[in-house]
DNA sequence: AGAATACATTTGCATGTGCGTATGTGTCTA
DNA sequence: TAGACACATACGCACATGCAAATGTATTCT
């Protein structure tokens, strides 16, 4: 059984999905997405790899997190961002689809090499000295059980 | 080979994808594209299904039209629209689930069967008496081929 | 040609969104 | 406990978007 956020009239699923596709209109909320494909990452990575300002990033994360698409951890001084799947396997079924289509452009995939260079030569980079690499996360078929922090 | 509407810097594709969310962050739009998911529909039977003005139909109908997820056929009087695949492999996959996920939703489903039942009795809707009733469409695996008038 | 039909577009207004800048908050270190 | 660090949020501005109401346009009918 499903679990839906409805409310009275039953409608509230609708918002639901006007709202994924809402968080979802943006360039740099969708290369954020595409960053957190698979892994776990701290703030201060985005912020390097896209070159965009601390408060820009900061804002869209909320923007995610509010939408329900990404959750955050504290770890420390720092924060770490993923992508939490949608409970109902059709939306799931939609972000997957979006994330392998983000993985397919040109520019997403320049962002992830980036990314990847971050990671191996951190001390490069020197707004990430010491920051907790990337952690990949597990297949993730759950259904945003043992949830974390979402807000 | 796909052929990408891209400019010198190489991000129109970038571009492409969070147009097309835009397009789908409206409850209305979505409301109108399960409407047409595997049938080219007139206007008036939107009109009538949805309870919505005129004008804020032909709007949103415009609007899809400008993100090439719709084309518009003339008949006469009427006009028919219908959803434009896109033209990589990925953003078609996309659109898909997001129709499919459309398909499960309560209040999508009770649109369509608002249509079905506009369509059996025309008689008993005014707005549409003599109106052309909808079209299956081929399973359109193509490409956008053998397009129409777009704009 | 003139009226009716079926849509499309314009206008004016309210709200939402993105941005840079400035400031606040939680955490660690000295 | 004071400061540095990592990040979040508030503010003001410019612009996009949604809406109703009014008007424009293409087509058919008489």
Redesign the interface.
């Known amino acids: 059984m499903q679990m839906y956020s409805t409310d009275m009239t039953?409608?509230q699923?609708?918002?639901a999905?006007?709202s994924l596709?809402?968080a979802?209109?943006?360039?740099t909320r969708?290369r954020l997405l595409n960053l957190m494909a698979g892994q776990e990452i701290c703030v201060c990575y985005f912020i390097e790899v896209t070159e965009e300002s601390q408060p820009k990033i900061s804002r869209h994360l909320a923007y995610l997190r509010r939408a329900g698409i990404v959750a955050a951890r504290r770890e420390g001084k720092w924060m770490h961002y993923r992508i939490t799947e949608p409970q109902?396997a059709?939306?799931r079924?939609?972000l997957r689809?979006?994330l392998?289509?983000?993985r397919?452009?040109?520019?997403?995939q320049a962002d992830r090499a980036r990314l990847a260079r971050a990671c191996c030569k951190p001390e490069k980079f020197v707004s990430i000295q010491g920051a907790p690499p990337p952690t990949a996360l597990a297949i993730s078929t759950r259904t945003s059980s043992s949830r974390m922090e979402a807000r």
């Open positions: 039953g409608r699923k609708i918002f999905m006007d596709f809402r979802l209109a943006d360039r969708l109902d059709a939306g079924r939609v689809e979006v392998s289509w983000l397919e452009d040109k520019a997403m």
